[in-house]
Nanobody, 120 residues
Framework: QVQLVESGGGLVQAGGSLRLSCAAS????????MDWYRQAPENQRDLVAS???????NYADSVKGRFTISRDNAKNTMYLQMNSLKPEDTAVYYC??????????????WGQGTQVTVSS
């Protein structure tokens, strides 16, 4: 099992910045591809950004150039730096990993989510 705990959400004005963190339990974090998803009310949960175990990153078109995903394997923590925030970025942001590495069963593992609200 792995536990994921997000933090760093809040209320910010349009154009502002926030940094989200995702702390993972266990000793296999460095093996994991980690993702940030978000879900706005009445919308599906969408992939925002991913970072592989070797640091390769991918972003949704809607956040390219504004968001940066990173990781610190020594701290078992992933980050999402969000700049130039827009009202349409308002959502609950979730940390995610798909197991199947380091003895972890292949399954979807989610954090509890952290609310990001961007006011206009």
């Amino acid at each position: 099992q792995v536990q994921l705990v997000e933090s760093g959400g809040g209320l910010v004005q349009a154009g502002g910045s926030l940094r989200l963190s995702c702390a993972a339990s266990g000793s296999i974090f460095s093996l994991a591809t980690m993702d940030w998803y978000r879900q706005a009310p009445e919308n599906q949960r969408d992939l925002v950004a991913s970072i592989s175990s070797d640091g390769r990153t991918n972003y949704a078109d809607s956040v390219k150039g504004r968001f940066t995903i990173s990781r610190d394997n020594a701290k078992n923590t992933m980050y999402l730096q969000m700049n130039s925030l827009k009202p349409e970025d308002t959502a609950v942001y979730y940390c995610h990993t798909l197991g199947g590495y380091g003895g972890l069963a292949r399954a979807h593992y989610w954090g509890q989510g952290t609310q990001v609200t961007v006011s206009s």
